[in-house]
């Protein structure tokens, strides 16, 4: 069972909205914690594919190496966290509404922790994720259906 899970219907075709959401350069556009992404290799995204994810939580900047580990286009995607003291797993899938013009984003958010990690995880990385993850995905939708970055 993940530890969070949110979900929002986005007026975008799955395609468009999966290309959009699986493109790590974006993260900064709609998730308020992303501070940057670098990728750790010049090729196109794929399973295997690694990045550098900085985010803030709290007032301290913290980098953890991701890992693509499924590419379902356009309908999931999964990447979880290799290394650091939190490591984030996220799964994220997309349901066509209607005649396919409109989406249902869902992700599904959880962390493991290792060392400093423990505590962090439970006091201060799960209850921010819990807060700012609906914000993202209405920034997701805002930024999808109005171009507002």
């Known amino acids: ?18 290309s959009y959401v699986i493109d790590p350069s974006h993260l900064p556009e709609w ?7 670098v990728p750790l290799d010049d090729t196109p995204l794929g399973v295997g594919s ?30 979880r966290g290799i290394d650091g003291p939190v490591r984030g797993d996220v799964h994220g899938t997309i349901e066509p509404l209607g005649d396919g013009d409109r989406s249902r984003v869902t992700l599904d958010l959880d962390f493991e922790s290792h060392g400093r990690g423990k505590l962090l995880v439970p006091l201060v990385v799960r209850p921010q994720a819990r807060k700012e993850m609906p914000r993202n995905e ?5 930024v999808l259906e109005h171009g507002a970055a």
């Open 1 to 18: 069972m993940s530890a969070i899970k949110e979900s929002v219907d986005i007026s975008r075709r799955p395609e468009d909205v999966y």
């Open 31 to 37: 998730q308020e914690s992303a501070v940057s992404v």
């Open 50 to 79: 690694r990045m550098v994810v900085t985010r803030r939580v709290g007032r301290r900047v913290f980098p953890m190496t991701m890992e693509v580990v499924e590419l379902d286009p356009p309908r999931s995607w999964h990447m």
């Open 138 to 142: 209405q920034k997701l939708k805002d």
